[in-house]
């Protein structure tokens, strides 16, 4: 049995370690993640399982968590387990539907406007104060107590007034059937949730009433809801990670700052026609512009840009193509309405390496996710960084392990991987692969080891976290919508953003490294972006290099493990 339970965004996670150092330091028994979660479990079942076994859940809120479905889902298994709550909000921020619908009966600490620090005693007092005294959180609703006496009589009432509410909501199902049912279809299509677009719509005005490419983007001029902007997620994803937290964070900041109406859609699956099928829901729903922020869209893009020629498209990482491998390239198709977005990778990946390599480390380790173009030049990026910081130190006898694992999901697989690297001397591992780069953070705390984030800046994940290999996606993100807005849409073109206009790097300033300086990182940045020497040029890419196994070297001994 654990005391308390302390749910949190990884993104607050040293306000979370910070409450849960004070309070074992008191005596009170915390359940948190990673650290209680045994090395090769189910991350899922670990929380299902620690959830009952605590009294109380303590939530962390801030927007991260309050836009967290891992976090909405745990509080919601508290309540069901009758768990005191108790939420620290650190952001003067407003809860979601979600949350609610379950915190708004209950008691909030604030500390808005003070260091955790100074707060720290005090909330640690009304959990052990909760703890001795058995007492469950206050309810700001009221709780009416009736006599028995006065209960049974109104259990009597029960048995008259029931049936005769059921007989009244009969009758007037059948009067108004009518009225009812004809309008069924509108009411849902004014939902969140997906409708289905094969059935007849009477809201929409076409001769069937089947949602068609013209009448759906007609329905842009005065939809309700109105949704201008929209992004098309990953299924069941979670806007606590990474990657499409960022790009959303981008349309966040764009719409706030200029009124724009906004909406995020999340399919029930990940294929083609899941994606599809949120697509026509946006459109259907307003959507001027669909942002799709990821290579998993590349297919859906392809037949939606065609489908919907006055809507515009973004693909991120990814360029429309039909899928169809099997006489080798797909067919690539960006029409006129779709702007694809790329990053140079390798530029990223090259920073990453030199810096790992300067800072001291000789043991390397990539791991990728699936063998797509971007995290091939990551990987490449990263041996070619590593092999430019050892000309220039004269130093031989750097390895670098290398792995592809066919997923961006996080895994015991993938953990294992790690573990085993690290256990024959792998110090710092470049973890390119998605969530499954949690599995890799997850080992190295375990290992005492180092992990190098990808995509964004991933220091607040884990002190394990040395730097990240980081593309600026709200930067573009917003920048893409500034244009479209302003009638400057680059469609029909993929763009690939690099150093060159400060799209890519490192997060110096939150990285920890042990020696590699700011002024040192500032040297090697700047010589890239200048491509002195032609450095950019030299680089290799998926393009230029067809295996990892190419660039070893004298100094650099490239290991695979495919």
């Not at 609703?141 to 009597?156: C, D, F, V």
């Not at 779709?338 to 990453?352: D, N």
Request: aromatic share 10%; net charge negative; glycine share 6%.
């Amino acid at each position: 049995m654990h005391d308390v339970f302390i749910s949190h965004s990884h993104k607050d996670k040293q306000i979370a370690d910070a409450i849960c150092h004070h309070f074992e330091q008191e005596k009170i028994k915390c359940w948190i993640a990673p650290r209680d979660i045994t090395p090769g479990a189910d991350w899922a079942v670990s929380i299902a399982r620690a959830i009952p076994e605590s009294k109380i859940l303590l939530l962390i809120f801030s927007t991260h968590s309050n836009i967290s479905k891992q976090v909405l889902r745990e509080v919601q298994l508290a309540v069901s387990n009758n768990l005191i709550i108790i939420p620290i909000r650190i952001e003067d921020i407003q809860p979601t539907d979600g949350m609610l619908y379950y915190l708004s009966t209950v008691h909030w600490i604030d500390i808005l406007n003070e260091k955790i620090e100074n707060q720290i005693n005090a909330i640690t007092d009304t959990v052990s104060n909760i703890l001795i005294s058995g007492e469950k959180q206050i309810k700001e609703r009221k709780l009416i107590l009736e006599p028995a006496s006065k209960s049974k009589r109104r259990m009597k009432w029960q048995w008259i007034i029931l049936p005769t509410l059921i007989i009244l909501t009969g009758l007037l199902l059948f009067v108004f059937k009518d009225s009812i049912f004809s309008s069924k279809a509108d009411i849902t299509n004014k939902t969140d949730q997906p409708v289905n677009t094969s059935v007849k719509d009477p809201s929409i005005s076409d001769s069937d009433g089947q949602i068609t490419n013209a009448n759906v983007e007609e329905r842009n001029t005065t939809p309700e809801p109105y949704y201008e902007i929209a992004m098309i997620t990953e299924k069941a994803f979670d806007l606590d990670k990474s990657f499409v937290f960022y790009t959303w964070e981008g349309i966040l900041d764009y719409a706030k700052e200029n009124n724009k109406t906004y909406k995020y859609y999340e399919p029930i699956s990940e294929n083609t026609d899941s994606f599809n099928y949120q697509i026509d829901l946006a459109i259907q729903n307003g959507a001027k512009i669909v942002i799709a922020p990821s290579v998993q869209f590349e297919q859906a893009l392809y037949s939606a840009q065609k489908k919907y020629p006055n809507t515009s498209f973004i693909l991120i990482d990814g360029i429309p193509n039909d899928g169809n491998y099997q006489n080798g390239e797909p067919s690539y198709d960006i029409a006129g309405n779709c702007y694809s977005i790329l990053f140079a990778e390798e530029q990223a990946g090259f920073l990453a390496g030199y810096a790992a390599v300067k800072d001291g480390y000789k043991n390397l380790g990539f791991i990728g996710g699936m063998k797509v173009p971007a995290v091939k030049r990551f990987g490449y990026g990263f041996i070619a960084g590593a092999e430019y910081a050892s000309a220039s130190m004269d130093i031989e006898g750097v390895e670098i392990k290398y792995s592809y694992i066919g997923s961006f999901e996080e895994s015991t697989e993938t953990q294992s991987l790690a573990d085993s690297w690290y256990s024959t001397g792998t110090e710092v591992i470049f973890a390119a692969a998605g969530d499954a780069g949690y599995s890799v953070i997850a080992s190295a705390e375990n290992n005492n080891a180092k992990v190098i984030g990808v995509d964004t800046d991933q220091s607040i994940i884990s002190e394990t976290v040395i730097t990240s290999a980081k593309k600026e996606l709200s930067l573009a993100v917003n920048r893409a919508l500034d244009n479209y807005f302003n009638g400057n849409f680059e469609g029909g073109i993929s763009d690939t953003l690099s150093i060159s206009d400060d799209f890519i790097g490192l997060p110096i300033e939150n990285s920890r490294f042990k020696t590699f300086s700011k002024e040192a990182y500032l040297i090697i940045y700047n010589t890239l972006k200048l491509n002195e020497e032609g450095i950019l040029d030299n680089i290799p890419t998926e393009e230029t290099v067809s295996s990892a196994i190419e660039l070893s070297s004298n100094r650099i001994e490239v290991l695979l493990y495919d």
